[in-house]
């Protein structure tokens, strides 16, 4: 393994206290909760949109945290839930007379400390919300789940729950709202190597030169089949077809397309990807109103990509529009 990396122990804090060194002015820092938190949240007149799970997909979550994006995040360990008294302190420290809404991707670790941090938190008086990402096709039940997994879209979910909280929209609204973006997402992913976790000293799974895993997890869990390699338009073709048929999106869709790294692409590969992708929704008779290349949820330092079509309507344009602030810059 070689990896810029100290204690493996230390991986996630010290990785966590980098991010807050660098975001001094805008991002608050809780160690002892794994809490990375907007500086100037909570406020009782927005409700708070709060995330946590494992590490190792950044910038999800922590680095989506924001204005316009997450009011704060508690990651666990890396492809790790995190511990439930982590996500109960969130939603403490998060408190709004508006709620709190949790967004939980669905994985059963995640879910079940979520529950158990909501169900303390009620109990305290804190009014919460929660909306579950399921937006992966690959498969219906796998290693860490019971039904879908949470992976990319996850991403729109953020982005139009938080922008309709600085809008002043209420828990309930948003909890619809989420739901509703949830319900017109899709994605699938491909893998083309493994990845190690700093803490395991070896990779999560092993795969050979001329080999891919279709339809993978952002843990590594298996996805619908193994193949053999081919060239990127064949890989493009079979995933495109696999996430347009779920939903199923139809000619005239109006749609955003997100073309997701898992964090050892490429960006010249990413786009040669795209220009598939775009072919192909062409061909589909999709209109792409929107379009997002680059690394969104990774699985550390594995070569892979996963597509995500978003069916768009005249609200989720607007909130996609609407402008955010979080620790990622260009320039």
């Known amino acids: 393994m070689k990896k810029f990396v100290n204690d493996p122990a230390n991986f996630v804090r010290e990785m966590m206290e980098g991010l807050a060194l660098a975001n001094g002015s805008t991002l608050r820092w809780i160690p002892e909760y794994n809490i990375i938190s907007r500086a100037d949240m909570p406020r009782n007149d927005k409700v708070s949109i709060i995330q946590g799970s494992g590490s190792g997909h950044e910038p999800a979550h922590i680095m989506m945290v924001g204005k316009g994006m997450l009011d704060a995040a508690c990651p666990g360990n890396v492809f790790a839930a995190p511990p439930m008294e982590y996500c109960y302190e969130c939603i403490k420290l998060m408190k709004s007379e508006r709620g709190v809404l949790n967004l939980v991707n669905n994985y059963q670790g995640d879910r079940m400390v979520w529950d158990m941090a909501r169900e303390m938190a009620e109990a305290d008086g804190i009014k919460v919300g929660v909306v579950i990402i399921d937006d992966d096709v690959a498969v219906q039940n796998s290693t860490y789940t019971v039904g879908r997994r949470g992976v990319a879209g996850n991403w729109f979910v953020i982005k139009c729950c938080a922008a309709a909280a600085e809008r002043g929209a209420t828990l309930e609204e948003l909890v619809s709202l989420g739901k509703k973006v949830n319900s017109v997402v899709r994605t699938m992913g491909v893998a083309l190597t493994s990845c190690t976790p700093a803490a395991k000293g070896t990779a999560i799974f092993e795969i050979g030169d001329d080999a891919m895993e279709v339809g993978i997890g952002i843990h590594g869990e ?6 053999k390699m081919k060239q990127a338009d064949g890989i493009v073709d079979d ?51 929107r379009n997002y290349v680059g690394s969104y949820c990774t699985s550390l330092e594995m070569a892979g990509v996963s597509l995500t079509l978003l069916r768009l309507d005249g609200e989720i344009e607007k909130l996609l529009d609407a402008p955010a602030e979080i620790p990622i810059r260009v320039f």
């Open 222 to 227: 298996p996805g619908r089949f193994r193949a």
């Open 239 to 289: 995933v495109f077809d696999a996430v347009v048929k779920d939903l199923p999106f139809k000619r005239g869709d109006r749609v955003a397309v997100m073309v997701n790294g898992m964090g050892g692409t490429p960006f010249s590969e990413l786009y040669l990807l795209y220009r598939r992708v775009a072919q192909d929704c062409a061909k589909g008779g999709l209109e792409v109103a």
